[in-house]
């Protein structure tokens, strides 16, 4: 096939990029390589295919540019994964996180249309899921109560892509990401944080009593789940929910890395953060019978596969240096 992966250069899209070339698709990215952290290793991410891809260094907010490049792609297929990420960055800066989640989605499916692009899959959230009371999250449940920006943005992304989908014949799936981990995570996200501080003998944040849960999902599993979207044929719309379908406490994590990282974590208390949920915990059977998702990597393994990650980035980082964190 012949795709177009928005934020192809970031931590999920890049190892889709990979894993997509792997699999003899031709991929075009586009991404704006902003500073939410650092555009450096953006870049780096994508090193080892650049010379096999197309690289577009452009914003959502920049309609006419999508319009140009996805009208003379040909495309058969987008993946939506560009997105101003995080919760708490989303409460300080509501008017960004609109204009880029909701407005630039919006700018995408319309390029989509305008090109006669048959296939759009859609990277939305677990956040959506809010204060939901239904516990595993199924993708059937009313949602009436997201407690951020963010997850009000990835709904309304949702929304749009049923708008296209049902007047415009585009045929979307979204795609509920749970708490995404793996070598090249974010900096900002709570395993590399732990992960680097720890090591490094620095105190880390614990943001409540250690109670809240995750649904943890090692990236490789999440690109299956992707991939398996590139070629669904039920529905014209539809929703899937892909996790790892188990969760773990905020201490039980921290512990694990400590034994992995072989250091005790100091560790500074701090309240509950606005808009955090407490738990998060995906029922994936309607993915498992529709996609064929099956998530192979448990979280001891998947942590283990990281950490090695991140002293190898590491050491290569003092041979070489550039910038550790934010």
């Not at 290793?41 to 540019?65: M, P, T």
């Not at 956040?127 to 997201?146: H, K, M, N």
């Not at 003998?201 to 009593?209: A, C, E, V």
């Not at 560790?267 to 509950?272: A, D, G, R, S, T």
């Amino acid at each position: 096939m012949n795709l177009l992966v928005t934020g192809g250069a970031g931590f999920i899209g890049s190892h889709l990029v990979e894993r997509l070339l792997a699999d003899g698709h031709r991929v075009t990215v586009v991404d704006d390589f902003n500073d939410f952290y650092s555009p450096e290793r953006k870049d780096e991410n994508l090193r080892e295919v650049r010379s096999r891809i197309a690289v577009h260094r452009v914003g959502l907010h920049d309609r006419a540019a999508l319009e140009r490049i996805v009208g003379a792609g040909g495309f058969e297929a987008i993946v939506h994964l560009a997105a101003r990420a995080g919760v708490r960055p989303s409460i300080q800066q509501p008017h960004l996180y609109v204009e880029t989640n909701v407005v630039g989605t919006l700018n995408l499916l319309e390029a989509a249309r305008l090109a006669k692009v048959p296939r759009f899959v859609f990277g939305s959230s677990s956040s959506v899921y809010g204060l939901c009371r239904t516990i595993p999250f199924r993708e059937d449940v009313p949602l009436q109560e997201t407690i951020s920006p963010y997850a009000a943005t990835k709904l309304a992304g949702e929304q749009l892509c049923s708008n296209y989908a049902h007047l415009h014949g585009l045929r979307c799936v979204c795609l509920r990401f749970f708490t995404v981990y793996g070598p090249r995570q974010r900096p900002d996200l709570a395993i590399h944080q732990f992960t680097e501080r720890i090591s490094a003998g620095r105190p880390i944040r614990q943001f409540g009593d250690g109670s809240t849960r995750r649904d943890y999902t090692y990236v490789d599993d999440i690109v299956s789940g992707i991939v398996g979207a590139l070629g669904f044929e039920g529905p014209i719309f539809e929703v899937f929910n892909l996790g790892g379908s188990e969760t773990t406490s905020l201490a039980t994590l921290i512990g694990m890395i400590e034994s992995l990282v072989g250091r005790a974590a100091v560790i500074e208390h701090l309240p509950e953060q606005p808009g955090d949920l407490p738990v998060t915990y995906a029922d994936i059977s309607k993915a498992r019978a529709a996609l064929g998702y099956a998530p192979q990597t448990p979280l001891k393994d998947g942590l283990a596969k990281f950490v090695d990650w991140f002293h190898d980035w590491q050491a290569a980082r003092t041979l070489s240096p550039m910038e550790v964190s934010q």
